[in-house]
């Protein structure tokens, strides 16, 4: 029996989202060091899970080695070398940065949702998409810790309520215990008009 097509979207339910990320995690794994071995190529694998915990492979040599090499091939030291420089900038720069920017997300707002003028280019769609990426992991990020604080209240409030509850168990089958007694104990009276007899 074929299984049937998985829906490519966000699993909500957190439970079955981990295990989906274990089980596809070690798959991917094996077939990075499989495509490894039968091609005799170089692969680095880098996973961040939902929690930020790192997962890495590297086929051949260490991971620093094969991002290195990456760097090379794309011209990419260039480009960090230029990331360092730009993480000093004078307050006018990071003004006029953060202008731009947000020029950017309004244009791409605009677009969207269709009263934008003409049409975005190429270049302003690429810095859209990853202006859009970095909100949604920061809107994730927050909504994940979010939701962390809210968990740990609920387990506070359970051990709260469950100590108040064995508090007034406690005091239940000591109130039983004390009403028993005193239903077995005859009074005087009784015990008089039962030796009469």
């Known amino acids: 029996m074929a299984r049937g097509k998985v829906q490519m979207k966000r699993i909500e339910n957190p439970v079955h989202r981990q295990v989906t ?53 794309t011209n990419g030291a260039e480009v960090a070398e230029e990331a360092k420089d730009k993480q000093v900038l004078d307050p006018k720069e990071e003004i ?62 359970e051990g709260i309520l469950e100590a108040a509850n064995k508090y007034l168990q406690d005091k239940i089958d000591e109130s039983y215990t004390v009403t028993n007694m005193t239903d077995f104990q005859c009074p005087r009276s009784v015990q008089n008009e039962i030796f009469r007899f």
């Open 96 to 157: 006029n940065m953060l202008k731009n920017e947000i020029e950017a997300l309004q244009k791409g707002l605009s677009y969207i949702y269709g009263g934008g003028a003409g049409t975005m280019s190429l270049d302003e769609l690429h810095s859209l998409e990853k202006y859009l990426e970095i909100w949604m992991y920061h809107i994730r990020s927050a909504k994940m810790d979010i939701m962390f604080q809210e968990i740990q209240l609920l387990k506070n409030k």
């Open 21 to 73: 990320f274990c089980k596809r995690r070690a798959g991917l794994l094996k077939k990075a060091k499989e495509l490894s071995v039968l091609c005799d190529a170089e692969i680095g694998l880098v996973i961040f899970s939902a929690h930020g915990k790192l997962y890495e492979l590297a086929t051949k040599g260490t991971m620093q080695g094969l991002i290195e090499k990456y760097l090379k091939s």
